[in-house]
């Protein structure tokens, strides 16, 4: 129940946190303080910051990096990179898990640093290329970035023997995207699941007409419901999200150097991210509904 609660807590924090562009800049730091890299299972390394993640998936033939945090990111995710001893040439691709300044921020740089090719979303394209997301003029921007190729739900992403495969789960934004891996940890198959944001984050989920009438649904509801009926198909042993609390990070990587080599195996993770995200979401419409500003 602890965990349950807690979860709870960090949804309803990021529901009420999304990056503005008033954003606390104490909040900034605290999200982007240094974090030593280290491997977390199988060929999945974490490169991101204290707050923010970001993943490097290794295989003999090259590299996969995804997210690069805030614009301040980029030179602490390069720096964990060569901690690990791989190299930024070595980069093949760079993917995104949504359109955010948290999470999009730090790509323009490192597609320079590494000469790697970004791979995203059709419906979060738009805001990459924009340097912002379109329609919210409250949130802050970042150095414009553009796909070199855009993915549709289900295509993947192969280097070597490693496939990351694309599922869109939009609601955060239009183009959210998670993305699954098989890998594997002392001779046991691991499936890993790179979870994308589920929290409303300040989304418009309601409009009303002008001139008055009754509140109507956004694109949004539909898109989440659909996003949590997707994730409640699927299943996934490790669960890695975007924001450190959100998957026990510090908690886990202290078992992790206590010896539980498995630290980040769980099960039963996704369906409780999805259930609390689901709670949370069901909350904000509600409050929206209600809202005579909506």
Same mark, same amino acid.
Do not use: C
């Given at each position: 129940? !602890? =965990?349950?609660?807690?979860?709870?807590? /960090?949804?309803?924090?990021?529901?009420?946190?999304?990056?503005? *562009?008033?954003?606390?800049?104490?909040?900034?730091?605290?999200?982007?303080?240094?974090?030593?890299?280290?491997?977390?299972?199988?060929?999945?390394?974490?490169?991101? !910051?204290?707050?923010?993640?970001?993943?490097?998936?290794?295989?003999?033939?090259?590299?996969?990096?995804?997210?690069? +945090?805030?614009? %301040?990111?980029?030179?602490?995710?390069?720096?964990?990179?060569?901690?690990?001893?791989?190299?930024?040439? &070595?980069?093949?691709?760079?993917?995104?898990?949504?359109?955010?300044?948290?999470?999009?921020?730090?790509?323009?740089?490192? =597609?320079?640093?590494?000469?790697?090719?970004?791979?995203?979303?059709?419906?979060?394209?738009?805001?990459?290329?924009?340097?912002?997301?379109?329609?919210?003029?409250?949130?802050?921007?970042?150095?414009?970035?553009?796909?070199?190729?855009?993915?549709?739900?289900?295509?993947?992403?192969?280097?070597?023997?490693?496939?990351?495969?694309?599922?869109?789960?939009?609601?955060?934004?239009?183009?959210?995207?998670?993305?699954?891996?098989?890998?594997?940890?002392?001779?046991?198959?691991? &499936?890993?699941?790179?979870?994308?944001?589920?929290?409303?984050?300040?989304?418009?989920?309601?409009? =009303?007409?002008?001139?008055? +009438?009754? *509140?109507?649904?956004?694109?949004?509801?539909?898109?989440?419901? @659909?996003?949590?009926?997707?994730?409640?198909?699927?299943? $996934?042993?490790?669960?890695?999200?975007?924001?450190?609390?959100?998957?026990?990070? $510090?908690?886990?990587? =202290?078992?992790?150097?206590?010896? @539980? $080599?498995?630290?980040?195996? &769980?099960?039963? %993770?996704?369906?409780?991210?999805?259930?609390?995200?689901? /709670?949370?979401? %069901?909350?904000?419409?509600?409050?929206?509904?209600?809202?005579?500003?909506?």
């Amino acid at each position: 129940m !602890t =965990r349950l609660v807690t979860l709870a807590a /960090a949804f309803a924090l990021l529901a009420s946190a999304a990056p503005t *562009a008033a954003q606390d800049a104490a909040q900034r730091r605290q999200w982007n303080a240094p974090a030593a890299p280290f491997r977390i299972v199988g060929n999945v390394y974490y490169v991101g !910051t204290a707050g923010l993640s970001s993943f490097l998936i290794a295989d003999p033939k090259g590299l996969v990096v995804i997210d690069g +945090g805030l614009p %301040e990111s980029a030179p602490l995710i390069v720096a964990n990179i060569r901690r690990l001893g791989f190299r930024l040439r &070595d980069i093949r691709f760079l993917l995104n898990n949504h359109s955010h300044v948290d999470h999009a921020g730090g790509l323009a740089a490192l =597609r320079r640093a590494s000469g790697a090719p970004l791979v995203a979303s059709l419906g979060d394209s738009a805001d990459l290329i924009a340097g912002r997301t379109i329609g919210r003029s409250d949130l802050s921007g970042f150095p414009p970035v553009r796909p070199a190729r855009t993915i549709r739900d289900g295509a993947a992403i192969t280097v070597g023997k490693t496939r990351l495969v694309a599922h869109l789960t939009p609601g955060h934004t239009n183009g959210a995207t998670s993305w699954s891996l098989h890998t594997s940890e002392g001779g046991k198959p691991i &499936d890993v699941l790179f979870l994308s944001s589920l929290s409303v984050a300040g989304r418009p989920l309601v409009t =009303r007409p002008h001139g008055g +009438g009754p *509140a109507r649904d956004t694109v949004a509801v539909a898109q989440f419901r @659909n996003t949590f009926r997707t994730l409640a198909t699927m299943r $996934a042993d490790v669960v890695l999200s975007y924001h450190a609390e959100l998957f026990d990070l $510090a908690g886990k990587r =202290r078992a992790q150097r206590a010896g @539980n $080599a498995l630290a980040f195996v &769980d099960p039963a %993770e996704l369906p409780r991210q999805v259930a609390s995200a689901r /709670a949370a979401f %069901e909350h904000a419409l509600a409050a929206q509904r209600r809202s005579p500003q909506s």
